[in-house]
C-alpha cells in the first residue's frame, strides 16, 4: 500500500510556501520509479523523460487541489498516466496506459459519460458529480480499511483474489483456475468482501447523515478505487526488503506475486527503481573500496615507501 497520505503534507506545505529544497527533495525520491513507468509504457527514454517532467509540472500547477486523499505517489503516478494519454492522442495512438502487465485494467483514455439524460441541467451535473466524488472517497476508505485488516492478518489468499477480481478485471472462473479455488469459493470470497466493504460505507454514511446511495458497489466502480487508491500495493519499504530477499516467507510470496503474476506495473516501477539504488550503492561502496585501496597500500608492511 502507497505510503500514509499525511506523511506528505509537511512537504506539501513547505512547497506550497515556495521551499526550493523541499521540491528537489520531492523530485530526487520520486524521479526515479516514475521514469521506470514511463519508459514501461512508452519505450522511447526521451519520451519518458519529457513524460515525467510534464508530470512534475503539472504536480506544481495542481497543488491547491491536493487535499490528501490519496497518497503524494498515487497522485504523481495519476499525473503521470494522463501525460502518457497525451502523448498517445499527440502521436494519434489509441493506447491503454496499462497497470496490470497483460491486463485490461487501467484504460487512461476519457470516455464520454453515454448514460446521462441529456436534458438535465448544468446544476445537475454539477452535482451528479460532487456525489460521485463522495461516494468514491467513502468507498475508498472502505476499501482500505478491508484490506489494511487482510494484511494485518495476513491473508494473502484473499488480497490475490481481490487483486484478480478488481485490479486485473478477471473473471471468478480464471481466478479459481490460478489460484486453485473452486469457482464457489471465489464467488463466496467476494461476497464477503463487498459485505464487509458496504456495512462500512453505510456505517460512514449514518454517521454523516447522508441519505442519498448511488447504486450497488459494482466491479467497475471497484476497480477504479483499486486504481486510483491501489489498497494491495506493498509500501516502497516492504518492497525494498523483498529486492534484497530479507521479507518473511508469506509476505516474500505475495509481493512475487503482486510484482510478478498479476504485474502491477506501479510496484514493478517502484522495483526497478529500487534495484538501480541497491546498483548504485553497490557501485559506490566498491568505487569507495578501491580508493581505500589505492591510498593505503603503500602502508603495508614490507612495501617501500
Not at 166 to 178: S, T
Amino acid at each position: 500500500m502507497p505510503a500514509d497520505p499525511a506523511c506528505s503534507e509537511p512537504l506539501i506545505e513547505a512547497i506550497r510556501g515556495g521551499d526550493a529544497q523541499a521540491w528537489s527533495q520531492l523530485v530526487a525520491e520520486y524521479h526515479g520509479r516514475l521514469l521506470a513507468f514511463a519508459r514501461s509504457q512508452l519505450g522511447q527514454e526521451s519520451d519518458a523523460e519529457d513524460a515525467v517532467q510534464e508530470t512534475f509540472v503539472g504536480l506544481l500547477k495542481s497543488l491547491g487541489g491536493f487535499r490528501g486523499e490519496a497518497s503524494l505517489e498515487t497522485w504523481l503516478f495519476q499525473i503521470l498516466r494522463r501525460r502518457i494519454a497525451d502523448q498517445y492522442r499527440r502521436l494519434g495512438t489509441r493506447r491503454e496506459v496499462t497497470l496490470v502487465a497483460g491486463g485490461d485494467a487501467g484504460n487512461a483514455v476519457e470516455q464520454n459519460n453515454l448514460d446521462r439524460p441529456a436534458d438535465q441541467s448544468p446544476s445537475w451535473y454539477v452535482r451528479r458529480e460532487e456525489q460521485d466524488a463522495t461516494d468514491v472517497r467513502t468507498l475508498a476508505s472502505a476499501v482500505a480499511g478491508v484490506t489494511s485488516k487482510l494484511k494485518e492478518q495476513q491473508k494473502f489468499r484473499d488480497l490475490i483474489v481481490f487483486d484478480l477480481l478488481f485490479f486485473a478485471g478477471r473473471r471468478n472462473v480464471e481466478i479459481a483456475e490460478l489460484t486453485d479455488l473452486e469457482e464457489t469459493a471465489v464467488a463466496v470470497l467476494k461476497h464477503r468482501f463487498l459485505r464487509r466493504v458496504a456495512d462500512l460505507v453505510e456505517s460512514v454514511e449514518s454517521e454523516s447523515g447522508s441519505s442519498e446511495r448511488s447504486g450497488s458497489l459494482s466491479d467497475e466502480l471497484l476497480t477504479r478505487v483499486w486504481e486510483s487508491t491501489r489498497p494491495t500495493c506493498p509500501k516502497r519499504s516492504t518492497l525494498g526488503k523483498f529486492v534484497l530477499g530479507t521479507l518473511a516467507d508469506e509476505w516474500d510470496r505475495y509481493v512475487a506475486f503482486h510484482t510478478g503474476e498479476l504485474g502491477c506495473r506501479f510496484c514493478a516501477a517502484n522495483l526497478d527503481d529500487l534495484t538501480d539504488e541497491l546498483n548504485s550503492a553497490e557501485a559506490s561502496t566498491e568505487s569507495a573500496r578501491h580508493r581505500i585501496m589505492e591510498s593505503t597500500v603503500g602502508f603495508l608492511p614490507g612495501r617501500d615507501s
